[in-house]
């Protein structure tokens, strides 16, 4: 299985940078997760709710560590969010198109993370399975 097959094949996600505005790429990654009827979280220290479901502000604050985490903020925020999955034992990360951390992607294949960041699209990947 490679790392796309083994980051779809997880049975909970959580989005960093999810976001209420339709037009943003958090919002569209956490909405596809969810239509394709994954246990999806979102991840946003700003916002209490996002498409009616709680966010929260970090994975330390969620009711379980989620298999796989999609990652869709700024990149200094990555390596934040990164951290602190690696200190929750995700297993699976994917860093979206401008997300992408070297420092970051490092630190999590060191810790024996599954790590895309290679410039694949979730939604591309989600459109096909």
């Not at 049975?11 to 596809?32: C, D, E, L």
């Not at 999609?70 to 297993?91: C, F, N, Q, Y």
């Not at 999590?108 to 939604?123: F, H, N």
Request: aromatic residues 6%; proline residues 6%.
């Amino acid at each position: 299985m490679n790392s796309i097959e083994k980051f779809l094949a997880a049975k909970t996600y959580a989005v960093a940078g999810a976001s209420n505005r339709q037009h943003k790429y958090g919002n569209k990654v956490f909405r596809a997760l969810l239509a394709a009827s994954r246990e999806t979280y979102p991840l946003n220290p700003a916002q209490d709710a996002i498409e009616g479901h709680q966010a929260y502000p970090t994975i330390a604050d969620l009711p379980l560590v989620p298999e796989a985490l999609s990652i869709i903020t700024p990149p200094e925020v990555t390596r934040k969010v990164v951290s602190d999955a690696i200190a929750a034992g995700v297993k699976h990360i994917w860093m979206q198109p401008g997300a992408e951390d070297d420092q970051a992607s490092e630190s999590a294949r060191e810790a024996g993370i599954t790590v895309i960041d290679d410039g694949s699209c979730i939604l591309v990947l989600l459109a096909l399975s």
